[in-house]
C-alpha cells in the first residue's frame, strides 16, 4: 500500500485483508485455556452478519452505539460491525464507575449497548451494571458476564449477511471517544474515520510497518493510544493481532505473541526492570555485562524471557520513563521510542524516530503535524488526526483551539535544535507554595523516579511552605516487607539519600520537605490513575493533603504513612 488514500477508512481497509488474504489468521484470542484463531475471511463474515442485524434494528443513521468490555477480538469485531451498519462507537472504559458509565451512556445518547468480556473482578462490572437502562437494547459478545441478552454468536449463526451495505464517508464521524480526565465529568472527544486512518502514515513512513508484524493487545482498547497504535494500525496494515487473556497469563501471552512490536506505559516498562532486577540484582548484571562474550548471551536470554526477542519497535507512552531504565533497556538492545499524543488528535502528534532517540524527550513532529510553543510555554499541534470538536460542547471545542486551528494541548514544553519535543509538565499543574513560589512538579518527580522499589511518585503542597512528595512502593517491595525479606530501615536510609542527592539539584523554592512511602497502592481502579497509569493529581491531592500540616510537624525527612 503506497498512502492511506489506498484506503479511506478502515473498514474499506479490514474488507480488503479479508479479500485478499482470507486464510491468514488475524486475530488470536485465549480464554479459559484454550486458543481460537480468527482468519480475516472469517472476521468479515461475522463483522457482516452482526453490521446486517443492527442495520435491521432500523436505528437513525449515525445512531451512537456503546461498546464496554475488556480487549478481545470481538471488541473489535464489534467496532467494526457498528460502523459497517452506519453507526457511531462509543467505548467505554471497562474500569469505569457506575457515575461515569451512567453519564456517557446518557450524554452520548446510546441507542444500544454491545458487553463484552467482564466479570467483575479485574474491571467495574458491578458497578456499571446496575446503572444500565433497563429498556437499552443489549448485546452480549462471547464472555459477556449477562446471559439473558441477544448473544452475538446467536446472531452470526441465523443472520445471512448483506453484502451491500454502503461504506462508511471519511469525514463522517466513526467514534465519540470519552476523555479519562483527571478533573470533571469525562468529554466526548469526536473522531471522524479520516483521523482515525492518519495515523497510518506515521507509521508506514516512519517506522516501516508491514502486514508481517505482530502485537499483543492488553491496554485498553476503550483509549486511543491502543485504538491508534493496534487496532487502527493491526487493520491498515492487515498485521496479526494476539490477546492477553489476564494478569496472570500475560507473561505467556506474550511469549506466544513474540510480538514485532511492543507497545506499553513506562508502569508496565518499569515492572519488566523491576521483575528482572529481582532475579539478576544489578550489580550482579554489571559485573556480567563486562564479560565480552557472557554479556552478549545473558541479554539475549533477559529479552527472550521477557518475551521481547523478535521485538523491533519497542514504543513507550504517556509519561517519562527515568533515564537510567531507558539506559538499561538500550544495554539489552530494545530502544525504546516514545511517542506522544492526545485523545484530542488521536494520539497523532509526536514520536520518537530509530537512530535520533534523545532521552527525555518525545521526539519529532509526526508527518503532517506543525508544533509550536506559545508564550505561556503550552505545547500547540495541528494534526491530521484532529478532532472534529467535542460532543454536544461547541464551546470547550472553541476553548481549547487557537483561533488559526491549533489545539492546545495544556502541555508545557521545549523543543530542541533538531526539533524534538520534550514535555516539561502541565500547563495547570504549577502549584504555588506559602512563600508565594511556583513550583513544576513533574521535572522534580523524574529526578526522583530512580529506586527501583518505588512505583510511583507525586510531588505536591501547595499553600505548604514546601513541597513534599509521596511515594508509591511496588506490589512486590510491599510483599517484601511484609514477609521481612526487605529491610525498611535500609528503605528509610535510601530515600533519605535520595532526598539529599534530588534536593542538592533544585532551587530553594523546589527542595522537598520530605518524602511520604503512602500505604495504599494508586490503582485505575480506585481512581486514583488514569486508564493509560498517569496519576490523578488532584484525586491524590484531595486524599493526602489534609495530612500535610501533621506531616510537617513530625520533623522527618522520611515518613511512612
Known amino acids: 500500500m503506497s498512502s492511506s488514500a489506498s484506503h479511506p477508512t478502515l473498514v474499506h481497509a479490514f474488507l480488503h485483508w479479508a479479500q485478499t488474504t482470507p486464510d491468514k489468521v488475524y486475530m488470536t484470542q485465549p480464554s479459559n485455556g484454550q486458543v481460537e484463531e480468527f482468519t480475516w475471511a472469517q472476521c468479515a463474515d461475522q463483522v457482516r452478519r452482526v453490521a446486517t442485524y443492527l442495520d435491521s434494528l432500523g436505528l437513525p443513521k449515525g445512531s451512537s452505539i456503546g461498546l464496554l468490555g475488556r480487549n478481545s477480538a470481538h471488541w473489535i469485531l464489534a467496532d467494526l460491525a457498528i460502523w459497517l451498519s452506519g453507526h457511531v462507537t462509543v467505548p467505554l472504559y471497562p474500569t469505569l464507575n457506575g457515575e461515569t458509565a451512567e453519564y456517557i451512556l446518557e450524554h452520548s445518547e446510546c441507542r444500544l449497548l454491545i458487553i463484552g468480556k467482564m466479570d467483575g473482578k479485574a474491571d467495574g462490572w458491578r458497578d456499571i451494571a446496575p446503572v444500565i437502562p433497563a429498556d437499552m437494547p443489549l448485546i452480549g459478545l462471547p464472555m459477556c458476564p449477562r446471559k439473558d441478552i441477544m448473544q452475538w454468536d446467536d446472531i452470526v449463526a441465523r443472520v445471512e449477511p448483506r453484502n451491500d451495505l454502503p461504506l462508511p464517508n471519511p469525514d463522517s464521524l466513526a467514534t465519540i471517544v470519552y476523555t479519562s480526565g483527571s478533573t470533571g465529568q ?150 525504546l521510542l516514545d511517542v506522544y499524543g492526545m485523545t484530542e488528535n488521536f494520539g497523532y502528534s509526536h514520536g520518537s524516530r530509530p537512530g535520533e532517540v534523545r532521552v527525555g524527550y518525545v521526539g519529532h513532529c509526526n508527518p503532517g503535524v506543525i508544533c509550536r510553543i506559545a508564550a505561556n510555554g503550552e505545547v500547540e499541534v495541528k494534526s491530521p488526526g484532529q478532532m472534529m470538536g467535542y460532543y454536544k460542547n461547541p464551546e470547550k471545542t472553541a476553548e481549547d483551539m487557537t483561533e488559526d486551528g491549533y489545539l492546545k494541548t495544556g502541555d508545557r514544553g521545549e523543543v530542541d535544535e533538531q526539533g524534538r519535543l520534550k514535555i516539561t509538565g502541565r500547563v495547570k499543574e504549577l502549584f504555588k507554595t506559602s512563600k508565594g513560589k511556583y513550583v513544576a512538579p513533574v521535572p522534580i518527580e523524574q529526578k526522583l523516579n530512580r529506586h527501583p522499589k518505588v512505583e510511583v511518585i507525586c510531588v505536591t503542597g501547595p499553600s505548604q511552605p514546601q513541597p513534599f512528595a509521596l511515594l508509591m512502593l511496588s506490589l512486590d517491595a510491599m510483599a517484601e516487607l511484609e514477609d521481612a525479606r526487605l529491610d525498611r530501615e535500609q528503605l528509610t536510609s535510601d530515600f533519605n539519600d535520595l532526598l539529599k542527592e534530588v534536593n542538592a539539584s533544585l532551587e530553594d523554592h523546589e527542595r522537598l520537605d520530605y518524602v511520604v512511602v503512602v500505604k495504599d497502592q494508586w490503582t485505575m481502579e480506585n481512581g486514583f490513575l488514569t486508564p493509560t497509569m498517569k496519576i490523578k493529581r488532584n484525586i491524590i491531592e484531595d486524599r493526602y493533603l489534609p495530612n500535610a500540616d501533621h506531616w510537617v510537624k513530625q520533623r522527618q525527612t522520611v515518613i511512612w504513612e
Open 186 to 335: 469525562p468529554k466526548g472527544v469526536m473522531h471522524s474515520f479520516g483521523t482515525m486512518v492518519s495515523v497510518a502514515g506515521s507509521l508506514r513512513d516512519t517506522y516501516h510497518v508491514t502486514n508481517e508484524e505482530r502485537m499483543l493487545s492488553y491496554l485498553p482498547l476503550a483509549h486511543v493510544a491502543e485504538r491508534a497504535v493496534l487496532e487502527t494500525s493491526s487493520l491498515y496494515f492487515g498485521f496479526s493481532v494476539f490477546f492477553s487473556e489476564g494478569l496472570e497469563t500475560f507473561q505467556k501471552d506474550l511469549q506466544r505473541a513474540q510480538p514485532t512490536i511492543f507497545f506499553s506505559v513506562p508502569r508496565l516498562w518499569t515492572k519488566f526492570y523491576l521483575g528482572v532486577n529481582e532475579k539478576l540484582p544489578l550489580e550482579k548484571q554489571k559485573k556480567l555485562f563486562r564479560i565480552p562474550i557472557l554479556s552478549g548471551i545473558i541479554k539475549r536470554k533477559i529479552v527472550k524471557q521477557l518475551g521481547l526477542d523478535k521485538c523491533r519497535l519497542a514504543i513507550t507512552a504517556s509519561a517519562p520513563l527515568p533515564p537510567n531504565i531507558i539506559q538499561w533497556y538500550r544495554d539489552l538492545g530494545l530502544d
